[in-house]
DNA sequence: GTCTATAGGAGGATAGAC
DNA sequence: GTCTATCCTCCTATAGAC
């Protein structure tokens, strides 16, 4: 009876307020994804949210705060998803080939890189500002960012080594080389160039995406 | 002669005025390539040319027709740089392999493609606008863009299907999606991404760009 | 055509009532 | 905490003298 006592306990108010800020991180997730941080403007997302501009700076101090909420709440998405692929068997993997236990870090690359087009296409992948913006600052001070960005980091970064090992990877590649080039398919713009040609399904683009990230545009050598 | 007289005659005043839109654009240009067009202010392009923003004006009637000219003029650099390269032979070729005549195809957009990642890392190479932005509007109304995108694609699209014709390219992708990816690597973030780890030199940087972008992530089957 | 000075507007941030 | 109304800064663009 008392062990229910024991349990941190959310007040219904608070559940409230997680709730809210649960959307308004959602809404600023689709907005990045669709115009980037710097056309983004506070005004859109009040309005996407549906309350008044003043009382997101309740919650949040600045833009590059609520921009930097949104892109850690996907950053521990991304986490999530990674530590639940790092503990499944070659069984549980869809991606399984003939050989699917010796190639399966390999596999779990595949696989990521796979659900980050997915979640690009869905217009849910936050452009990252390459660029000089005030939003590199923020979210470099940020700890939950900086701590999701390293985990995920060694989480991929493990798998990498694996693959090459397992002679699946180009061991020429730096493991650092490699780690950088999945996440730049996360902001790749040749998938907006395809989505835009509207010649390909979306299915069609993961397909295309992932065959010239793995086995490059060459033809086959055997 | 009066032959001379035939030739199209350029003023002192009118080549003055050439160069100097040529000095403008060449900042814009290097701006374009280091912030974006959004980040980019036209107080910013007046300070580097060293003339007042209102002299700007007087060249050009928008910032999106500023950034328009400098994009016009790399395009046609680009251009130039194609037509040139599809005149050579493959005893021209640096890049000459061992069965170089059958590979011209695909030496020329292996050419090509080291070609602009040189310029990326130079900071030539200014950045889309892949998003939504007031700039698409004015590159996608200009004839010279226009005409100069298409020409672009003409040619990288006949070397295309001869590398596939050749086995050198995977012919099982649409010559666009080739097209496209080869379009993406021009502004790739991963470029950035290795270049800010100060791991490696620019050379390093473009011959692992290279590789993972022809030959892919996955080690040799063979 | 080049300058200085300024208009005009967009957008981030806040004041103060409720 | 939410609202309306407003401030203030930055930036594009222009007016007008030279």
Redesign the pocket.
Same mark, same amino acid.
């Given at each position: 009876m008392t062990a229910l006592k024991e349990l941190p306990k959310k007040s219904f =108010? /608070?559940q409230?307020?997680e709730a809210?800020e649960l959307a308004i991180t959602a809404s600023v997730n689709r907005l990045l994804s669709e115009k980037g941080f710097? *056309?983004? /403007?506070?005004?859109?997302?009040?309005a996407e949210v549906?309350?008044? =501009? *003043?009382?997101?700076? =309740?919650?949040?101090?600045? =833009?590059?705060?609520?921009a930097c909420a949104a892109m850690v709440q996907a950053m521990q998405k991304a986490q999530a998803f990674l530590e639940n692929l790092d503990q499944q068997t070659g069984a549980d993997l869809s991606q399984a080939t003939p050989n699917a236990s010796s190639s399966l870090a390999l596999n779990k690359l595949m696989a990521t890189t796979r659900w980050t087009l997915e979640l690009k296409l869905a217009g849910q992948m936050p452009t990252l500002p390459s660029q000089n913006s005030s939003l590199r600052a923020t979210l470099m001070a940020s700890r939950p960012y900086m701590d999701g960005l390293m985990q995920v980091s060694e989480l991929l970064g493990a798998w990498i080594v694996q693959a090459q090992q397992d002679g699946h990877l180009n061991p020429a590649l730096p493991p650092i080389a490699i780690l950088y080039t999945l996440f730049a398919r996360a902001c790749d713009p040749v998938v907006e160039f395809l989505k835009m040609s509207a010649l390909h399904s979306d299915d069609e683009i993961i397909e295309m995406v992932m065959t010239t990230c793995f086995a490059g545009l060459n033809a086959r050598q055997n």
């Open positions: =108010k /608070t409230m307020l809210r710097d *056309a983004m /403007t506070v005004d859109e997302v009040a549906g309350i008044a =501009k *003043a009382s997101l700076y =309740k919650h949040f101090n600045s =833009k590059e705060e609520l």
